[in-house]
């Protein structure tokens, strides 16, 4: 997969950029504030169409502007498609090929990107909803049509809530149609996201214990925030659809006077999480700051490595300034991953151009008051004919080569 | 409440209108003020004629100028199927596909407790009395004997929740209750969809 243009007017401070970006690796530098991050929400939105931070159209238009567009041609398997959003400040419309979009479903797939960014850090610390962001924005990576079921369960529980809360809370005819939908939906999310994890566990684990240290397990569990006590035999339940249905409709059925006296669903994977424990331990309780950032580094390059070895693409990987949030190891462990173990294509920005320990295969940007300038690679340091080494040598080394130049 | 001026308050009224935002309702009522007064007029007659003259149908609650509309008045089509659709939009839709041939209910809407619409907001009474039997003053040409429903509401939440609770009614009368097949692309509102895919969803429907 492969972004071989973006055009972006209006987006944010972004007034007009055109970009031809480089097929490995494109570095955006530049103090804060001046649009690197824009830059990568413009391409999440563009395979996501919702952002990654919280968000208005409004704000995602210029300053005294109606509209913004954003466009990209994308290639994957030889084939070249050109997807592109107008967001006004009553909705969005999505084109692909400049045919309107009439669902979505059609559209997710086209763009595939995985963000790694300052807030990902604090992953596994962080309340329950961040780690089920995280397994269901991999799960849509995967397999797009579940953006189309989660979205389907989200209206369901909003509806549900509305219901429990409103005046014919006590309409047991009508409760019991969202009660089904709440469980037909409801499964069919908890076995996904327990089908993704497994799937995805043995490339997690070993790339924790190639980051961190050999002899630590990292383990990562389906957690359901809505059943009594654990499950006797989890493999067996959370594999089988109609087990998970079942377990659904007991949990319903013995909540159901709570949840009309708190006029909400207790009920349902929008309570789930996943658990994580190094050597048995639990993770949040008893892990290390540096531990903490090298399962979730292997969490996000497992999450990559996933997508390539099951399914057979490299996804765009977006790097809002980790480097300034890793320490040196996991910095260093980071870039010879993607230099050596990962194909596609990456967009990195950074407040130091330093902390990016690539010197081959790359494109530089300067970044200043939202516009984006292509650096010649001769004045780029890192990127004119060193040994191919450099990247692997101290940080402490790299900033002297810089000086010897 | 202090009353606006006569500018203002069509700016307002025309504002409520979907998809007019403040701005199109000022241009237009600006447009019908600087046009001749005919026009304004005739305007106001279309409005009041449209709520004056057209009303549900007696028994199906499609629009209609008579007491009941011209597809439950229309001897040829089949007395012992109704589909039951969300709107008079989706209810043409499916009438220009040209398979089907029994006649309609229409709801005006789909239950959704966000928006506070539960069944009673629905036509869903009248479709009751309908099944139950003929109705006093209706005329005996149009006489029916409902055997099987078909729910067409979209394939949304919305849709599929409206589903469900009519089928949790419906069934338990000894009705064959089926839901148009899922030909129809989730997330489409059925007056979007081609004739093709709708017409093949009524072929293919299946039984609930
Ligand atoms: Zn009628």
Redesign the interface.
Known sequence: MLVKALRLRHFRNLSSIDLKPHPRFNIFSGANGQGKTNLLEALYLLSAVKSFRPQTNAELIEFDQSQASLEAHVERGGQERIVKIEIGE?GKKVYLNNNKV????SFFGTLNVVMFGPEDISLMKGSPSNRRRFIDRAIFNAQPAYA?ESM?YD??L???N??LK???NS?R??L???D??LIQYGASIVQRRYNYLQEFKPTFEKTFQDIFDASFEAELTYELGWHSGPLNDPDAVLSDRIKIEQLLADALERTSGEERDRGHTLVGPHRDDLGATLNGRELKAFASQGQHRAFVLAMKIAEISHLEERYNFAPILLLDDVSSELDRDRNRYLFDFLCDRMEGQVFITTTHRDYILLDHDLAVFHVKHGEIEAQDPETDAFATPHSPQTYSQPLENSSSAKQEE | MKTADPITDLINNLSKLPGIGERTASRLAFFILNQPEELAKNLAESLTNVKDKIGLCKRCCNLTEGDYCSICMNVKRDRDKICVVESAPDLRAIENTGEFRGTYHVLHGLISPLEGIGPDDLRIAELLRRLQGAQEDEPPEIAEDITEVILATSPSVDGEATSLYLTRLLKPMGIKVSRIASGVPIGSDLEYTDRMTLSRALLERREL
């Open positions: 009553r009439k669902q979505l479903s189309t389907h209206e369901v909003k509806q549900r509305a219901l409103g005046p014919h309409d005819k009508l019991a149609v969202y089904e939908q």
